[in-house]
Each structure stands twice: as C-alpha cells, then as structure tokens.
C-alpha cells in the first residue's frame, strides 16, 4: 500500500513539473498577479498574445496579470502584445527556424510598451519586430537583432529607447525604417547596424548612440538633419564625409549637423554653408586652425550656429574663425598656441553674436580668448572669455571699442568676482576672466545702464 501510494504521489509531482509556469500564478486564472513565463519550459506553444493584461497561449484560456515577465530560450515562438505596457523581455532568447513562417517575431501595437531587461535575442527570415506609432521599446537591456529576410527586419513608428546595445544584423535585408511618414528615434549606448540593399532608408531613422554609432562596420561621426514638407530625413556621416558635408555643393544647406563622435583632424574643417552645428557634447581638435566659418558658394558670409555641449580646440592654432556670420549658443572655444585666439574673428563681411551662456571662449597658451580683427559686427551678450594675453582683444580697428561689442542699454562685462568691469568700455582689452551678462545696475552706479 505504501508503494502504491509512492508511486501516485512521484506520478502526480512529475505532471506538475511539466505544467507551464504560468498556470500556477493565480487559482482560477481570474486574479491578477505577476508572471514569469520561461519560454523553453512550454511544449509545443506556436504564439503568446497578450491583450491589456491578460495572456493565453495559441488562443487559449487566459491568464490576467499585473505584470509580464517572459524569459528563457525558445525556437518558433511568436508574441503578439497590444494595448499594455506591462511586459518585461528579461533574458529571452527567441529564433524563427521554420522556413514556413513569416509572421512577425514580436508584434507590438495599440499602446505596448515593452522593456528589455539583461540580453533580448531575436532572430527570424520574417520581420523581427514590428510596431505602431503607439508603442515602443524601452529599459536599462540590450538587443540583438538577426535577420535573415530580405525586406526590414524592424518597422516602427514611435521607436527605441534602451540602455544597453542595440545590435541589428540584416545581411540581405535592411535592418530599420519608420512606416510611412514617420520617423523612428532609436537611443542605445551603442548601436551597431548591418545592412545589404544598396540603397538602404536610413533617412527615417533618428538615431542617438550615447558612446557609438556604426554601420556597415564604418564608425559614424555625425548626422544630418533635414526639414522637408512632411518630417525630417536623416542621413549619416564618417569623419572622412565631413569635408564634403559643409561644402558649398554639398546640398546641406539648412540642415542641422550633429556630431555622435570625437573627431581628430590635422586640417582646419571648413564650413560654406547655412547650416547648424551641434557638438552634441563631443569634441572636435585639431593641431592647426581647427574650425573656419567662410563664404558659401554665392560669396555671401555664411549663416552658421553652433550650439549644444561639446569642446572646440586647437593645440597650435585658432579653435575657431569667424568669416561669416556666426552665432554661438553652445560650446567651449580653446586655443593652446601662443598668440592665437580661442575664437578669431577677421573679415569686414563677419559677423559674431554670442548668446549662449554657457559659451565659454579661452587660451590656455599664451594667447586671447576672442580677437577681434577689422570685422562688421561682433555682439556678446552672454559667455566667459579668458586668455593669459588678454581675455578679449581688439585690433587694427580704429572704430571698433569694448563697449561696441555688447548690445546698447543691455549687458555688461564682469570680472570673475561677480563684479561689474567700470571704466573700460572706450578701451580695446580686457584681461582675466571676463563674462558677459544682463546689466540690471543703476545708472549712478554702473555706466551699462541708462
């Protein structure tokens, strides 16, 4: 008797251990609870689909839940989420082997959020990930992508957003694109892309590595933005584009061109067009003159800004020269070469306004923070200038003076103690550390103010 019932007992415990995980969550299947569903413990399970918060398995009864976390390895098992921002990717590992499926991987729509969570590994010749404008991807994770189709292997309107890498392999195939008229911001520390047509829709893509960037195995240095009737088209550079990208018939005249990387150059890159830059918090060096602003291609100054965290320096040389119109809004300007300017403004057709607090314009060698050299206009009304020759410097201008470089009634310079600099504004130099800001002095005790 006592074997008989070893036997029923051992029977029934090895039936329990092959029920799905999720079976067990709530009695009944009718209160919600968090889930874990290893996917390498269901046998013979084609689809997951979830719906607001409740899940079945190839159609059948559901499971409501307040949370969903899917994880494990698996083969031929597709998922379908919508209407829920709940499901958590953790670790799980899922490929496509039959030839005879072709319905997407991971199908997200009305609303899903999903967060990747450890490594996400999918892998299909059908479209991997697909998702309306709606819904996205986010969380600290890493995914990898394999697809071995020959359309697109992520289609998606409202994008990515991860911590981790972003890997997306499509050998024969391209590996992301925006549905029509939408762009696809995708955001991972590193992303890297690999891609076989030989046009590849890289316009509607937005993409924002935090450390790299790169496609085809050529790292990417910057982006180009463009403004057309219906969105943005975005296209991406190397550091050997560069040149090409400013150049007067380059066809970028317009767009914003963000810098995704630290450039080392040994000649001066020179901007001829409309454009704005953003450093994007990277820095661009140079031996020599590092960045030079001139004429576009009608011989009229070109209107350049450059904005946004990120360092300009030359080692030898000027980090910047002003020939065409400049604002400054972002950036730090450094010069290392005795007698040079950290920004160097010589034209009679330049123009420089600095409005960007955060602006900082230095050398660090023997030189001026700004030198001013027979220009048409110059106006600060914010940045800090420094320079062990002189923190700001006018030369050869008999009409040019230190109060005509800040906008009337407006600003003033102060001195690193917070002080408004009295006394000076009929002079060419300023030395120290200078800022310039919002005059708000009475007019008896500061001449800045009416």
Not at 46 to 61: A, F, H, L, P
Not at 428 to 436: H, I, N, P, S, W
Request: hydrophobic share 35%.
């Amino acid at each position: 008797m006592k074997r008989r019932m070893l036997s029923v007992i051992t029977a029934l415990a090895l039936c329990l251990s092959l029920c799905p995980t999720w079976a067990f969550a709530a009695e009944g299947g009718s209160e919600p609870t968090d889930l874990v569903i290893d996917v390498g413990a269901l046998t013979g399970v084609q689809k997951i689909e979830v719906n607001g918060n409740t899940v079945s398995m190839d159609g059948g009864e559901a499971q409501t839940f307040s949370t969903l976390v899917l994880t494990g390895t698996a083969e031929n098992l597709l998922i379908k989420i919508s209407h829920s921002d709940q499901v958590t990717l953790r670790d799980l590992h899922i490929d496509i082997t039959r030839s005879d499926v072709y319905d997407t991987l991971l199908d997200l729509y009305e609303g899903s959020s999903v967060r990747v969570e450890g490594t996400v590994a999918l892998a299909s010749s059908g479209s991997v990930i697909v998702g309306d404008r709606k819904s996205g991807i986010t969380g600290p994770g890493s995914l990898m992508i394999d697809y071995r189709g020959t359309d697109t292997a992520v289609l998606f309107e409202q994008g990515i957003s991860i911590g981790g890498d972003l890997s997306i392999s499509a050998p024969s195939g391209c590996p992301a694109e925006a549905a029509s008229g939408f762009v696809c911001p995708i955001t991972a520390r590193n992303i890297t892309l690999t891609h076989g047509q030989d046009s590849w829709y890289s316009n509607t893509l937005n993409l924002n590595a935090v450390d790299t960037l790169t496609i085809d195995n050529q790292a990417i240095a910057a982006k180009v933005a463009k403004e057309d009737d219906t969105r943005p088209d975005f296209s991406y550079l190397t550091e050997a584009d560069l040149d090409g990208a400013f150049a007067a018939d380059s066809g970028n005249a317009g767009t914003t061109i963000t810098l995704l990387a630290d450039v080392e150059r040994t000649e001066p890159l020179q901007i001829r067009i409309a454009c704005v830059l953003d450093l994007g918090g990277h820095t661009i060096c140079c031996e020599q003159e590092c960045l030079t602003v001139y004429c576009d291609d009608t011989g009229a100054p070109s209107n350049v800004t450059i904005q946004g965290k990120g360092k300009v320096i030359s080692t030898n040389n000027t980090a910047l020269t002003v020939w065409g119109n400049v604002t400054l809004k972002g950036g730090t300007f450094t010069s290392n070469g005795r007698g040079f300017g950290g920004v160097y403004v010589s034209n009679q057709n330049a123009n420089l306004s600095v409005t960007g607090e955060s602006v900082i314009i230095q050398n660090t060698g023997g030189g001026y923070g700004l030198a001013v050299n027979n220009v048409q206009s110059v106006r600060l009304s914010a940045g800090t200038y420094s320079g062990e020759a002189a923190a700001i410097f006018i030369s050869d201008s008999d009409s040019f003076t230190l109060g005509n470089l800040l906008p009337m009634f407006q600003c003033a310079y102060f001195d690193e103690n917070g002080a408004p600099i009295i006394g000076q504004l009929d002079q060419k130099a300023l030395y120290g550390t200078v800022t310039v800001g919002e005059c708000m002095h009475d007019k008896s005790v500061c001449e800045y103010t009416p």
